[in-house]
């Protein structure tokens, strides 16, 4: 027989669940091959750590015995690992270029060029891009079935008449689905990321996303001295209005559910002006609390935060990382707001 006490528990236990399911860290095989991460992210209430930055590199560090025991070490705290990739120079390799430049993107002058991306008007260019995301897929197997292959790093797109239309990020969402029906041809519940970023920060109109796609909204054009709340805040050219305004234009082509918000307040790199030596990281927990109440309003439910720089060289500069703690308990005690 079910009490009333028994109820109120278990409505007072459903309650108290945290809003934010993803407390996510992204580090470089640096960070990772010098620095015991899980352990570090299982200590301060972090369950989530992408690997960074190019597939290659991810694969060599995962295949050392360093790269082994932080596997074998996350599985053993039930963290999460998952690999957000720059991934177009790997997925159509630039060699290619020789062999066929209508697989390349057109410039503004109309020559073809083999520096960034791809054009999306090419068939031959879709196909070797997506097998190339099944072999990495398969040497780089995510624990959560969440995938991240983005395109070169804000980099231009194709001009060519065919494309010239579409935005970039129209761009991006059309490899992404070619991509995501390969991958759940080896992974039946892969999940693939919409990087919304830089140049491909505006929503997709023209193209719609396919199961499986999901928005990853990375807002690197932004101040962290303020809090997004802030609108009138802005920097890198971009105000935290328009930064919301892009973010709610892509909530309503893509699932708040299933979005992932890529943050910087923890990123040693972009701090320091991705030079080393390392600066110490400018921890503002009053930006971070307002932030994720932001996000929560929103309905986003996974955050994850750069953490690239933390090695062991940093943590030797700065021990004390108390702000590691602050952020993860920051997204487990968040409660939805009735």
């Known amino acids: 027989m079910i009490t009333l006490a028994l109820v109120a528990l278990l409505l007072g236990s459903?309650?108290?669940?945290?809003?934010?399911?993803?407390?996510?860290v992204v580090l470089n095989t640096v960070d990772l091959s010098t620095v015991d991460w899980a352990k570090k992210a299982h200590e301060a209430g972090i369950n989530t750590i992408g690997t960074h930055m190019y597939p290659g590199e991810v694969v060599e560090f995962l295949q050392t015995e360093k790269g082994k025991q932080f596997m074998a070490d996350c599985r053993r705290y039930g963290i999460e690992v998952e690999h957000q990739l720059h991934s177009m120079a790997e997925l159509l390799p630039r060699e290619l270029f020789a062999e066929d430049s209508t697989m390349f993107r057109m410039d503004e002058e109309g020559k073809?060029?083999?520096?960034?991306?791809?054009?999306?008007?090419?068939?031959?260019?879709?196909?070797?891009?997506?097998?190339?995301?099944?072999?990495?897929?398969?040497?780089?197997?995510?624990?959560?079935?969440?995938?991240?292959?983005?395109?070169?790093?804000?980099?231009?797109?194709?001009?060519?008449?065919?494309?010239?239309?579409?935005?970039?990020?129209?761009?991006?969402?059309?490899?992404?689905?070619?991509?995501?029906?390969?991958?759940?041809?080896?992974?039946?519940?892969?999940?693939?990321?919409?990087?919304s970023y830089a140049n491909s920060i505006e929503a997709p109109r023209k193209v719609k996303p396919e199961e499986g796609i999901f928005l990853e909204f990375a807002p690197i054009m932004r101040s962290w001295e303020k809090p997004l709340a802030d609108t009138s805040a802005e920097d890198r050219g971009m105000s935290h209005a328009d930064n919301l305004k892009y973010l709610k234009q892509n909530l309503e082509v893509f699932s708040a559910e299933d979005a992932v918000v890529l943050e910087y307040w923890l990123d040693v790199s972009l701090f320091s002006g991705w030079k080393k030596p390392a600066v110490k990281l400018p921890w503002r927990r009053d930006v971070f609390l307002s932030d994720i109440d932001t996000y929560a309003k929103l309905g986003i439910r996974n955050i994850t935060s750069f953490a690239v720089y933390m090695d062991s060289d940093y943590f030797e500069a700065y021990p004390e990382a108390e702000y590691l703690k602050e952020y993860a308990d920051g997204l487990k005690e968040y409660k939805t707001q009735k």
């Not at 309650?15 to 993803?22: A, C, E, G, L, P």
């Not at 083999?114 to 879709?126: H, Q, T």
Request: charged residues 25%; proline residues 5%; glycine residues 4%.
């Open 14 to 24: 459903c309650q108290s669940q945290s809003h934010y399911q993803m407390r996510g």
């Open 112 to 195: 073809r060029v083999g520096d960034w991306n791809c054009c999306v008007a090419s068939e031959k260019a879709l196909e070797i891009i997506a097998q190339n995301a099944i072999k990495y897929a398969k040497l780089l197997p995510s624990t959560n079935h969440r995938y991240y292959f983005w395109l070169d790093d804000g980099k231009p797109t194709c001009l060519c008449p065919k494309c010239r239309e579409l935005l970039p990020s129209e761009q991006a969402l059309l490899i992404e689905n070619r991509i995501i029906r390969a991958l759940r041809e080896i992974d039946p519940e892969a999940k693939l990321a919409h990087l």
